[in-house]
């Protein structure tokens, strides 16, 4: 599921499938499973559902945001 989380947060930012595959090192018909799998899981059908769990807190891109702010002393 972590890979998952790292596609979807790639997603939300606006990231495309292809260098999503390129970032991880891994195929885009890789991408798309995994976007797949993630809408299967929470039960979406489109990317906007994807995005809100990239950006709930606790995941990924929560966690990313939070250290950001950290560094810049806000």
Same mark, same amino acid.
């Given at each position: 599921?972590?890979? +998952?989380? +790292?596609?979807?947060?790639?997603?939300? +930012?606006? !990231?495309?499938?292809?260098?999503?595959?390129?970032?991880? !090192?891994?195929?885009?018909?890789?991408? #798309? %499973?995994?976007?797949?799998?993630?809408?299967?899981?929470?039960?979406?059908?489109? *990317? #906007?559902? *994807?995005?809100?769990?990239?950006?709930?807190? #606790?995941?990924?891109?929560?966690?990313?945001?939070?250290?950001?702010?950290? %560094?810049?002393?806000?």
């Amino acid at each position: 599921m972590a890979r +998952e989380r +790292e596609v979807s947060q790639l997603l939300a +930012e606006g !990231h495309a499938a292809v260098d999503i595959a390129e970032r991880l !090192h891994v195929s885009v018909k890789t991408v #798309g %499973t995994h976007r797949e799998h993630l809408m299967q899981k929470l039960g979406n059908d489109s *990317l #906007g559902g *994807l995005t809100k769990f990239a950006i709930r807190p #606790g995941s990924v891109g929560a966690r990313r945001s939070s250290r950001a702010r950290a %560094t810049r002393g806000a």
